[in-house]
């Protein structure tokens, strides 16, 4: 039997570790098989693959926010012996999320037609081919809503190597999958089988690796109607965010598709899946924070506070440098990667969107402090409010100002959730508003004229030195300024072990 402990510094700096290889391998993956795949498919099909990586990825979290309250509930539960009632618990979450999937694989299915004829501006010779390749989309959806579950027993075990182990291959298969199917056709209905495929064998292993890591919980079957109002009753706010926020984040591309063009979706999507590719990094990080929050805010706040500074600081130091690189590098490296003809269209969508990518890092150590504290109601609300305001300015700033718009859109709304996030959650850790206010506010000031400066038109050399200027002139800066005493002699005593290893 698994006898569960709370994390250390050391397994919480490797379970980040596999975090990160879970989730970065498939981003390199896709930057190689993404130009061959436009290549393969034409400009059009590849637009339409675009929207069913949304789908599949959306309708997979739509999962009424069970699978985050099931990490919570498990992970703040680690007494070490056998709870029946928690196993109960799991079976009864497994049992909804099997309910759930069915149900939007139904309502799906049945709305593509509709979504296609009306809603997108699908080329009438592609239709058909578009409609089948939506049942394919559609029956993947209950295997992704399941596995939400599965991985959450995963991660609330701090079984991160295992849920990882099976990441990983799904991740790079997703890109894989449709490059291998696109060199023997370019029809889109069999690029989105090869997605349900993929699919079907992810859910098989992460049934497998939750037998392995939590026996007591997946051997103990039966159902519960008092642990279903329990969970139920915390994962209602989380439902919110967890249908809201993702609905908001890929709305965009509905939107082009509907008000611009199927070809214009592609222009967008591309620079978007790229750099949200970005989010590999605190997502590994607030990955595993998650559940430490859920253990340590109510027993330690002094450790929580200190997990949230870290996490804030830290996510900030290595987001910004990679941001302003993609900022700056943006023309030159889409005319290598893709081609002029991308470059012209999607070099302002993808500098406007690294810049929300930056906010959205920061602030995402902020969501999963008020979630793993049991204050899923705030997310909830502040997903609610933010929903209206969205869809108004995104589809004002798309008729006015086309791709770019949407980019400048979902820029803004990102930057404006991070901000009460970090307001919320430095109140819930009694820390004081002013002082953090003025601790970061030269940092933010700083960073705002660096990648305004880097978005300007300059020669590819002139561009390099810049970049090569910012970091001999930042890294001091950070080295003195910005990490603690502390923090220097361990990053100081952790080099030479790396170079020795």
């Given at each position: 039997m698994v006898t569960p402990k709370r994390p250390g510094s050391r397994s919480l700096a490797a379970n980040v570790i596999w975090n990160l290889l879970g989730q970065g391998a498939p981003l390199l993956v896709a930057v190689l098989a993404i130009p061959p795949l436009i290549r393969a498919l034409g400009t059009e099909r590849f637009g339409l693959l675009s929207l069913a990586w949304?789908?599949?990825?959306?309708?997979?979290?739509?999962?009424?926010?069970?699978?985050?309250?099931?990490?919570?509930?498990?992970?703040?539960?680690?007494?070490?012996?056998?709870?029946?009632a928690m196993g109960r618990l799991v079976w009864?979450?497994?049992?909804?999320?099997?309910?759930?999937?069915?149900?939007?694989?139904?309502?799906?299915?049945?709305?593509?037609?509709?979504?296609?004829?009306?809603?997108?501006?699908?080329?009438?010779?592609?239709?058909?081919?578009?409609l089948q390749a939506s049942i394919f989309v559609a029956v993947a959806v209950p295997f992704g809503v399941i596995a939400t579950g599965l991985r959450g027993i995963l991660e609330a075990r701090q079984a991160f190597f295992a849920s990882n182990l099976v990441r990983l291959p799904l991740?790079?298969?997703?890109?894989?999958?449709?490059?291998?199917?696109?060199?023997?056709?370019?029809?889109?209905?069999?690029?989105?089988?090869?997605?349900?495929?993929?699919?079907?064998?992810?859910?098989?292993?992460?049934?497998?690796?939750?037998?392995?890591?939590?026996?007591?919980?997946?051997?103990?079957?039966?159902?519960?109607?008092?642990?279903?109002?329990?969970l139920l009753s915390f994962s209602g706010w989380m439902a919110v965010t967890n249908v809201v926020a993702p609905f908001m984040t890929y709305l965009d591309r509905f939107v082009i598709g509907a008000f611009v063009s199927i070809t214009a979706v592609a222009y967008y999507a591309t620079p978007f899946d790229v750099v949200t590719r970005l989010f590999v990094i605190p997502a590994g990080v607030t990955g595993v924070m998650f559940p430490a929050f859920a253990t340590r805010y109510a027993v330690k706040q002094h450790d929580a506070r200190q997990l949230f500074v870290r996490g804030v600081k830290y996510l900030?130091?290595?987001?910004?440098?990679?941001?302003?690189?993609?900022?700056?590098?943006?023309?030159?490296?889409?005319?290598?990667?893709?081609?002029?003809?991308?470059?012209?269209?999607?070099?302002?969508?993808?500098?406007?969107?690294?810049?929300?990518?930056?906010?959205?890092?920061?602030?995402?150590?902020?969501f999963v402090l008020t979630q793993g504290s049991g204050r899923p109601r705030f997310t909830g609300v502040l997903s609610l409010i933010e929903l209206p305001i969205y869809l108004v300015g995104l589809v004002v700033?798309?008729?006015?100002?086309?791709?770019?718009?949407?980019?400048?859109?979902?820029?803004?709304?990102?930057?404006?959730?991070?901000?009460?996030?970090?307001?919320?959650?430095?109140?819930?850790?009694?820390?004081?508003?002013?002082?953090?206010?003025?601790?970061?506010?030269?940092?933010?000031?700083?960073?705002?004229?660096?990648?305004?400066?880097?978005?300007?038109?300059?020669?590819?050399?002139?561009?390099?030195?810049?970049?090569?200027?910012?970091?001999?002139?930042?890294?001091?800066?950070?080295?003195?300024?910005?990490?603690?005493?502390?923090?220097?002699?361990?990053?100081?005593?952790?080099?030479?072990?790396?170079?020795?290893?």
């Open positions: 949304v789908l599949v990825g959306y309708f997979s979290i739509f999962d009424l926010g069970i699978g985050r309250a099931l990490t919570q509930i498990v992970a703040g539960n680690l007494k070490g012996d056998r709870d029946p009864t979450s497994l049992a909804l999320l099997s309910l759930l999937g069915v149900a939007l694989a139904a309502v799906l299915a049945a709305g593509s037609p509709w979504i296609l004829g009306h809603f997108l501006k699908t080329p009438s010779y592609l239709y058909a081919e578009a991740g790079v298969l997703t890109y894989l999958a449709p490059l291998a199917v696109a060199t023997l056709t370019n029809h889109i209905d069999a690029i989105c089988a090869s997605l349900l495929v993929t699919r079907v064998l992810a859910f098989g292993a992460y049934v497998f690796a939750s037998y392995r890591v939590a026996p007591d919980l997946m051997r103990a079957r039966g159902l519960t109607r008092t642990g279903l109002r329990r900030g130091l290595v987001m910004f440098p990679i941001t302003l690189a993609f900022v700056t590098l943006a023309k030159p490296g889409l005319q290598l990667w893709l081609g002029p003809v991308f470059a012209d269209h999607s070099t302002s969508v993808l500098q406007l969107l690294s810049v929300g990518v930056l906010m959205n890092s920061v602030g995402q150590v902020a700033l798309v008729r006015v100002a086309g791709i770019e718009g949407a980019a400048l859109a979902w820029t803004i709304r990102t930057g404006l959730d991070a901000l009460v996030l970090l307001v919320f959650s430095s109140r819930l850790l009694n820390m004081s508003l002013a002082r953090s206010t003025t601790a970061l506010l030269a940092p933010v000031v700083i960073g705002a004229a660096l990648l305004g400066l880097g978005a300007l038109p300059m020669t590819l050399i002139t561009k390099l030195a810049f970049l090569a200027i910012v970091a001999a002139a930042l890294i001091p800066i950070v080295w003195l300024r910005l990490l603690s005493p502390g923090e220097r002699s361990r990053l100081a005593q952790a080099l030479p072990h790396a170079k020795s290893g």
